[in-house]
């Protein structure tokens, strides 16, 4: 989709669903992961956008895709989980492909999710005090 439609399609999909439901004060869009995704919502929000990166160590996010058991993540070796997450964070075909690394450079605040779901939403609830 990213080919035909450019970077930031999935940003411009969101930015509709949001400006149609303007009666909410904060919307949450996750999985951003090209600088393109970020670039649209920053046009289109402005001030009111920030981004935040949310990042765990490599055997961290490796022990939760084997807990979640998901088709096709739970037989990744740790190597081939490495390789895997290795070509997201660089990008490998230009703009269209999904460059994290890039990506979380942008982002306006960072939280570490090496803990609990718990701690994590502690986090999130702390940050959104401080920018909401």
Do not use: W
């Not at 949001?18 to 004060?25: E, F, L, P, S, V």
């Not at 269209?96 to 942008?106: G, R």
């Amino acid at each position: 989709m990213r080919l035909k439609h450019g970077p930031g399609i999935f940003s411009k999909m969101c930015v509709e669903q949001i400006n149609a439901q303007r009666d909410k004060t904060v919307a949450l869009v996750s999985g951003i992961r090209t600088p393109g995704e970020v670039t649209e919502l920053q046009k289109a929000f402005c001030k009111n956008f920030f981004l935040i990166g949310v990042d765990s160590l490599i055997e961290i996010r490796y022990a939760r895709i084997k807990q979640r058991a998901r088709a096709g993540e739970n037989v990744l070796s740790l190597e081939q989980f490495k390789q895997s997450e290795e070509l997201e964070m660089k990008g490998t075909t230009g703009v269209h492909s999904q460059n994290i690394s890039a990506t979380m450079k942008m982002a306006d605040y960072k939280i570490d999710n090496n803990g609990s779901e718990a701690e994590l939403n502690k986090k999130i609830e702390a940050l959104l005090k401080k920018i909401t």
